[in-house]
């Protein structure tokens, strides 16, 4: 059930990376197994012209979990799909991802917009385009989107946040990093959000591939 403000985000986000969190008609005819047996559903429409040709050959909507196992890094490439599923799923090879995280997830309530997971498309962006302020999910809500939940999207490795690398450890730097003898890998030399936004998972996933138990992320700005 779209409302019209569901509709307007619709219409201004659509394709892209915007998850549309709407309530269910009655009779609607979806599986439990596609809606988490909520009450309600996620609706997106991607912006990739291999997906979205896939979807026109379907001739109808397509259920679409993330391409991981649950908790796990998200993937970035198909090469990360196949090795995280052991080969044992058919896959697509659509290039990189181009965003590099999630989409981001809302839901309408009557005039009110709620953020339930941050994602590729920015707050402000969505707050500029209509006009109205974007709230946050409280803390402790109900867990009614992916990424709500306390742990997800996880290495193997433990992290370590704003912090400087000690031996042994794996660095996930951001701009400009002090010398560091160890695995590393740099979101953005010239600390461009956009960049280390369409490295973090990718980078994530190499320095997980090293081996090593830990790793330090550097200061990233809120």
């Known amino acids: 059930v779209f409302s019209p403000l569901a509709r307007r985000l619709a219409e201004k986000f659509w394709p892209g990376p915007l ?16 809606t988490a047996g909520l009450d309600t559903v996620a609706l997106r429409m991607p912006d990739h012209p291999i997906a979205l040709a896939f979807i026109r050959a379907t001739g109808r909507p397509l259920s679409a979990p993330s ?8 993937p970035t490439t198909a090469e990360q799909v196949t090795r995280g599923f052991a080969g044992k799923v058919p896959v697509l090879d659509g290039g990189p991802c181009q965003a590099g995280v999630e989409s981001t997830i809302v839901a309408v309530d009557g005039d009110t ?26 803390q402790g809500a109900k867990i009614s989107a ?38 590393s890998r740099n979101l953005s030399p010239t600390a461009d959000l956009r960049e280390a936004a369409r490295n973090l998972f990718s980078m994530l996933h190499e320095l997980d591939a090293t081996g090593a138990k830990m790793i330090a992320v550097a200061p990233i700005p809120h």
């Open 67 to 74: 391409a991981n196992l649950s908790g796990k890094l998200s």
């Open 113 to 138: 917009i709620i953020q339930l997971r941050a994602g590729a498309l920015a707050r402000r962006d969505i707050e500029q385009a209509i006009g109205l302020k974007v709230t946050l999910a409280k």
């Open 19 to 34: 998850s549309i969190v709407l309530p269910l008609r009655p009779g609607h005819g979806l599986s439990d197994v596609a």
């Open 146 to 183: 992916p990424g709500m939940l306390l742990s997800h999207y996880a290495p193997n490795a433990q992290m370590r946040l704003n912090a400087t690398p000690d031996a042994g450890e794996a660095f996930l730097a951001f701009g400009p990093t002090p010398d560091f003898a160890g695995e």
